[in-house]
């Protein structure tokens, strides 16, 4: 790609091919709240979002794995 089209990426957060990635997320809770739930979803996303806004892309995200927790 000719230099003057490159885009620049500031961070790059993706797991790669058979790698594995952990992380910990801690969320504040209302005063009185006794009980909770948390959804997430593990996406696959072979374009950067950003990258196909700008260029006018499709833009199609995969979910890999999902899972629900409650307490």
Known sequence: M????????ASDNRIPPG????????FALP???ETGAV???LLYRPIPLSLATER?????DYVIVSGNQTW
């Open 19 to 26: 790698k594995n990635a952990r992380t910990s997320h801690q």
């Open 2 to 9: 000719p230099h003057y089209l490159a885009v620049d990426i």
């Open 31 to 33: 005063t009185g709240c």
């Open 39 to 41: 959804q997430a979803r």
């Open 56 to 60: 006018g892309w499709e833009a199609k």
